[in-house]
Structures are given as structure tokens and as C-alpha cells.
């Protein structure tokens, strides 16, 4: 019963990874009005291999192969996606995607299935369906790593270290959210480091070290450990032990680099604003609140 449980665990994971990163690759064609994009789905194929690799294998994985194949269908569809309102952005085209228009391809589902299919008439515009595209993406993440495999994970361990999840998605869409201002948006330098940056701070869901190192969330203290040292494994036995391993991966794959485009934004390009003043300061003073 527990495998066939965790068996419908990791296809329902698979199923939703799925979906969102089609919904993306339809937004583009949508976008660029031309279906060769579709190719960008090829990632969501190889999700039904992955799907059948991993469960016939039967042992701890330090790399999880189903985020990064879901990662490589969604994020290159925002990269164009964002690539393209910033397009828009500087022609002055004020463009409205109609939903209703789109639903009308979808009703062509009729004839094939024969199902009377009733969409409600609204109007979600371009903005809005990139933005719930990129704040969907790391609800899938969270709800990926609750539904995948725990390994030797207890609940508890788990639901703390889902927290600490969450608290990475917000910081990493509070960046993202840079694009909100004109001045970034104006500079293609910035628009290309911002997302490249975003794209690298995603890789960290893709390591399941994350999931059996003792990790602590910013400003706790050594004692705070998450999970017991004891049962940790594989990168404790290297030079050192998971902590540091959790902390190095936190701050080479997200603090780092947040950090380091925050202060360029502010002491080269002059873009201060209240939150990258704040985001700043508070990296800096957790990390050093860590360091001593």
C-alpha cells in the first residue's frame, strides 16, 4: 500500500509539472503566433521516461532529474515570454491578450470528444497570465517536494523544511519582481541579469541535499538545527558536513547573487528603492549574524 501510495505521489507530481509547463509553452505560441515553440515541450516528454527510470530504481538520489526536466520546459518559456514584454514595453504597444479569443481554439475540443465545453466569458490580459505563469511556478516547486519521496525525512522535518521553502520562493519572487520597475526594465544589461540570476536560483529545488541537510532559515542560530546531524548522508562523510554544505549552496546559488545585482543596481545604475535597500541590508546582517 505505501508503494502504490508513493507511486500515485510521483505521477500526480509529474502530471502537474506537466500541465504548468504547458501552459507556458501555449503562452508563448500564443505570443509569437507561430507553433514551432511547441518544441519547447520536449523536456515534458522525457518527464514520462524519468517518471519510469525512477521508480524502477530503488535508491537516494543527490540530483532530482523530474524538477530539472519541468525547470527546462518552464523557464525558457519565461525567458521569452518576459523577453517579449519587454519588447512590447518599448514600442508603446498597448496589446491585451483575450482570453475569449483563445477559448475559441479550445472549443474545437468539441468535435473532436463530443463534450459541450463552457468557458466563462473574461478577459485576462498579457501581463497578467505572464505573472501567474512566474508565481505559479514556485507553487509547483513547493507542492513538487511535498509530494515527491521524504526519503528519511519525518513529517515534522519535512513540513519545517517546506517552510523554509517557502520563504525562499517569496525572496526569489520579491526579485523577480524587479521587473516592475521602469528604469530596470529600460536596460537590457539588467533585464538579461535578472533573469539569468532567476534561473540560477532555481536550480537549488533541483538538489535534494536541500531535503537531508540540517537547514536552518536566516537569523537562527546554531542550535536550531532542522534536522538531526545523525541522519544525514552521502556529503556528510565529504569535507564537510551538511550544514556547511547547505549554507555554501544557499549562498553560491541564491544569496550571492542576489546580493551582488541588488548592489549594483544601487551603487552603479543609482536605482534605489525601499525593498532592494531593505533585501540588502537584511542578507548582510544574516549572514553575519551567522558568521559569528
Known sequence: ?????????????????????????????????????????????????????????????????????????????????????????????EETFNFAAAAADLKELDKLLGVNIKLPDIQVDAETWVTLIEQFLMLVLIIGRWLLPKGDLTRDQLSQLLLVYIGTAADIIEFFDSFKDKKIADEPILVFLTLSIWSWSLMQFTIVLTATRSRKPRGA???????????????????????????????????????????LIIIHYQIISYMNVFFTLMVVTSHLKMSF
Open 1 to 93: 500500500m505505501v508503494k502504490l501510495i508513493a507511486t500515485i505521489k510521483a505521477v500526480i507530481t509529474r502530471v502537474i509539472f506537466a500541465a504548468h509547463g504547458a501552459i507556458a509553452i501555449w503562452q508563448v505560441t500564443q505570443y509569437k503566433k507561430n507553433p514551432i515553440y511547441w518544441s519547447l515541450s520536449a523536456p515534458i516528454g522525457l518527464l514520462v521516461l524519468e517518471g519510469f527510470f525512477t521508480l524502477a530504481i530503488k535508491k537516494n538520489q543527490e540530483f532530482c532529474p523530474s524538477v530539472f526536466l519541468y525547470l527546462s520546459s518552464v523557464v525558457p518559456a519565461i525567458w521569452l515570454l518576459e523577453l517579449d514584454k519587454v519588447e512590447r514595453r518599448h514600442k508603446i504597444v
Open 221 to 263: 542560530t546554531s542550535g536550531d538545527a532542522m534536522i538531526d546531524e545523525e541522519s544525514n548522508t552521502c556529503c556528510s562523510d565529504c569535507c564537510c558536513s551538511i550544514d556547511i554544505w547547505g549554507i555554501a549552496l544557499n549562498i553560491i546559488l541564491q544569496d550571492a547573487p542576489f546580493l551582488t545585482f541588488r548592489l
